[in-house]
Each structure stands twice: as structure tokens, then as C-alpha cells.
């Protein structure tokens, strides 16, 4: 049996990249929510608030711990599988990952240790600036990987050189250039947001489960009321962060706004879909459409005229439906998180949120779709940019290794599948367990919510 080297390598490189993309949101996310949890603490001394963050503290560190190890292993797939790419690319994509290790991954953990086991060891002020650190450090990790993947999508400031054995590759011309291309500040915004509904998300699930259950009530309520005013300034900056991403997409990258919007013609008044169904056979869009509304959001007018797919051609095209399907469930997913969030801010208003049960079961669900929604917007710009591997340099099948063989890929996927489903199931074991056990444990913490200050260590004055 003949094996695809490509279509499985892509397979391989797809599944550790999703699977490990389900953990750095949720501690970015529930960074911003330590941040601001222990905040309170530390302004008003009430021990609620050091309760809320410390019990939050055992479920990001839970997250944190298999996103750092499920994102090692895609480095290593770039020499196995993609050799072809690196030799390419390694001038250029080495510098952000580089600066990722040095300037964000070094931060996180260097104050990783403080966070999880600083209580009553260091003063109330330096453990908050510890989950400061541990926080900007998870952005800054997120923002050297969006910067190399930016530059794959809308590449800059390079030249190609090739070497006496004929291989040509990419170097760099100008840095800050390259870290600022022309794509990456719109998609680490949005990245970054998505990242922050789905952290605050899971805190609104679990503390609806123990509002359901009427167990650690005062925790979940404070709790959620905060989540939730994160997941609603949040969920409405995603409309923005959204709009300037599709405005830059229509700009460096059309045949992807193309597919995203199943657009065959160019034309003005080109409509907007609210949902529909791409026929790539006929280049047809069959949907429920708003006439003009991707010319009016593009141009502010419905005379501004949009690229089509016939601009594209068709050896060059991305697989328009499955794009166009990845991106109308994110933005529906994103209008559902809105609508949520600001009905339920209604009902807090006017003190019914509480009392609405089926308002927490939805919450305790909703838990799985800014992962879904996450994973489809990723799904989004990376199968959009097809087939190119770096666009208009490289195609992805001119990346792959050329000493690998379909049975080792295969065999790889296998081996990769069968460690990640134990991953995922200690995390989950890890989690049930602790969300289970609550914060019932932390009722032993020190009357005063923290030990006295002159028992502790001052990093700085014990030098």
C-alpha cells in the first residue's frame, strides 16, 4: 500500500498542533484572570480573593504544564518531517522562536515557581508580580509564535539566497520588519482575545457547577461575576480584532478572503453569508447572504470591489469549502459568546442571574466552544494560506522531508495518538479531581488571608 508522505505528515502536524493549541488559551486566559483575582486580594485583603486565586492556581498549572509539554514536540517535527521547510525557513523562523525561548519562556518559568509555591513565603506584593510575569510571559510566548507563522502568511523583508549545493533559502534583511510584518499585530490581537474568552470561559463553567450543586457558593459567585465581565469585554473586542484580521486578509491574502466568503467573481457589492454551502465543482455559493455586506464591511461602501477566486488560479486555490465552513462557525460561535454574555450580564442586573439554572447549564457546557472556536480559526489561516507552505515562496509540497517514508509517518501518527489520549486523559483526571475537591482545602489558610509579612522571604532584600 502506497502511504502520502505529505498528506500524512500534514495529518501529523495538524493533530499535535490542535491537540497542544487546546491548553495555551486557557492559561493566557486564566493568566489575565489570576491577575486580576489576586488584584483584589491584595487591594481590599479580603481572603475570598486569595481563596479564588489559589484554587485557580492548581487549574493552571494543570494547563500550563501539558501545553509546554505537547508544544516541545512540534520543533522537533520541523527537522523529522518538514527538513525541506527548515532548510528554507530556518534563517528567518529561528529568530522568533529564539526570542520566544529567551525573552517568554525563561520569564514564565522563572516565575512559575513563585506563583504555585510562593503562598506564605513571599510578600503579598512580589507573589502578584510574580503572576504578573507568569502572565506577560504567556502573551509573549504567544506573540514570537504568531510572528512566525504571521511571516509565513504574509512574508517581508527577506531575500533568497542560494547556496553552492543549490539549496535556496530565505534570509533575513531587516528584523523588526519581519517581526511586524503586515499580518502579525491583527492576528496576535486576535489570537490573544480568543485566548482570554476561553480562559475565563472555563472559570464560568466551573463555577456554575458549584452554583448548581449549591457547594462553595460565595467562591462561585465571585468568581463568575468576574469571569463573566472578562468574557463579555472580551467577546465584544473579538467583533474588532476580528474586523481588522479580515481587512488584513482582504489585503495580503485575497484568495484566502475568497474562500473564507466562497466568492468565485470579482465584484462590487459582493454579499456577506451568514451561512451557506460552497459547490466547488460548479464555483457556485448557495446560503443566506446580507446583498453588498462584504463590500460595505470592507469598504464602508458597497461599490468597493472584492477579489474573487477567478483571480486565483485553480492550481492555487484553497480548499474554499472547508474554509468557508471554518470560518462561519467561528463567527457564529463569536456572536453566540456576545449574545451570552451580555444577556446574562442583563440578569445580573437585575439579580436573576443566579436563580436561572439553566443559565448555569448552558455555562457548564459552553466550556467546549471558544476551544472549538479557537481550533476553527486556526483551521481558518492555516488551510486558507494553501497550498503555499509560506505563501507565494514555497508550496507545502515542495516542505516535507525527502528521507522519510509514509510507514514511518504512519507509525509516528500512531505512536503520537496513543501518548496524547493518556495526556489528555491525566489532564482530565487531574482536573476533575481538583474542581471536585473544590477550595474546601484552602479553608485552613491563615485567618487574616496570609501569613505575616515579616515570616516571609523578600527575593530582592535577601540577596
Known amino acids: 500500500m502506497s502511504l502520502d508522505v505529505e498528506l500524512l505528515s500534514r495529518l501529523q502536524f495538524a493533530f499535535t498542533i490542535m491537540f497542544h493549541y487546546i491548553f495555551p488559551p486557557f492559561s493566557i486566559g486564566m493568566g489575565l484572570l489570576l491577575v486580576i483575582y489576586e488584584t483584589m486580594f491584595v487591594v481590599t485583603k479580603k481572603p475570598i480573593y486569595e481563596k479564588i486565586t489559589r484554587f485557580w492556581i492548581k487549574i493552571f498549572a494543570a494547563n500550563f504544564s501539558v501545553g509546554v509539554a505537547t508544544g516541545i514536540v512540534m520543533e522537533f517535527e520541523f527537522g523529522t518531517n518538514w527538513a525541506t521547510y527548515s532548510r528554507f525557513v530556518g534563517d528567518i523562523f529561528g529568530s522568533p522562536l529564539a526570542a520566544e525561548g529567551i525573552f517568554a519562556f525563561f520569564l514564565e518559568s522563572g516565575f512559575l515557581a513563585i506563583l504555585l509555591f510562593g503562598w506564605n513565603r513571599v510578600s503579598k506584593g512580589m507573589h502578584l508580580f510574580s503572576t504578573l510575569m507568569v502572565f506577560v ?100 473586542l473579538q467583533l474588532v480584532t476580528g474586523d481588522i484580521s479580515a481587512q488584513v486578509v482582504r489585503k495580503f491574502q485575497p484568495a484566502k478572503m475568497a474562500a473564507m466568503e466562497g466568492l468565485y467573481e470579482t465584484r462590487s457589492n459582493a454579499p456577506l453569508y451568514i451561512m451557506g454551502w460552497v459547490d466547488e465543482e460548479a464555483e457556485e455559493t448557495k446560503g443566506i447572504y446580507i446583498p453588498g455586506g462584504l463590500s460595505f464591511l470592507s469598504f464602508g461602501t458597497t461599490e468597493g470591489v472584492i477579489k474573487g477566486l477567478d483571480q486565483v488560479p485553480k492550481e492555487d486555490r484553497p480548499p474554499v469549502n472547508a474554509v468557508f465552513q471554518s470560518y462561519h462557525i467561528m463567527v457564529a460561535l463569536g ?83 496513543i501518548v496524547y489520549v493518556g495526556l489528555f486523559l491525566v489532564w482530565v483526571y487531574v482536573l476533575d479531581k481538583e474542581i471536585k475537591h473544590g477550595p474546601v482545602h484552602l479553608e485552613d489558610a491563615p485567618a487574616a488571608g496570609y501569613s505575616k509579612e515579616e515570616h516571609m522571604v523578600d527575593p530582592f532584600k535577601d540577596l
Open 335 to 417: 456572536m453566540f459568546f456576545i449574545g451570552l454574555n451580555l444577556f446574562a450580564l442583563f440578569l445580573m442586573w437585575r439579580k436573576k442571574l443566579f436563580e436561572k439554572r439553566w443559565m448555569m447549564k448552558i455555562y457548564v457546557g459552553a466550556v467546549i466552544l471558544p476551544v472549538i472556536a479557537n481550533q476553527l480559526g486556526w483551521l481558518t489561516a492555516e488551510r486558507g494560506r494553501q497550498p503555499w507552505l509560506v505563501q507565494g515562496l514555497l508550496r507545502t509540497s515542495e516542505g516535507i522531508s525527502k528521507s522519510v517514508t509514509g510507514p514511518e509517518v504512519l507509525t509516528s501518527i500512531i505512536l503520537f495518538f
Open 137 to 236: 510571559g504567556s502573551m509573549m510566548s504567544a506573540f514570537w509564535i504568531v510572528v512566525a507563522n504571521s511571516w509565513q502568511q504574509t512574508p517581508v523583508a527577506y531575500r533568497i539566497v542560494t547556496d553552492d549545493s543549490g539549496y535556496s533559502r530565505a534570509v533575513i534583511t531587516d528584523f523588526w520588519a519581519m517581526v511586524f510584518n503586515p499580518s502579525s499585530m491583527a492576528r496576535f490581537e486576535h489570537v490573544l482575545v480568543g485566548a482570554f474568552i476561553q480562559g475565563a470561559f472555563l472559570i464560568l463553567s466551573v463555577s456554575a457547577y458549584y452554583l448548581l450543586k449549591k457547594k462553595y457558593v460565595e467562591f462561585g459567585k465571585t468568581s463568575f461575576k468576574i469571569a463573566l465581565g472578562v468574557a463579555t469585554v472580551a467577546s465584544l
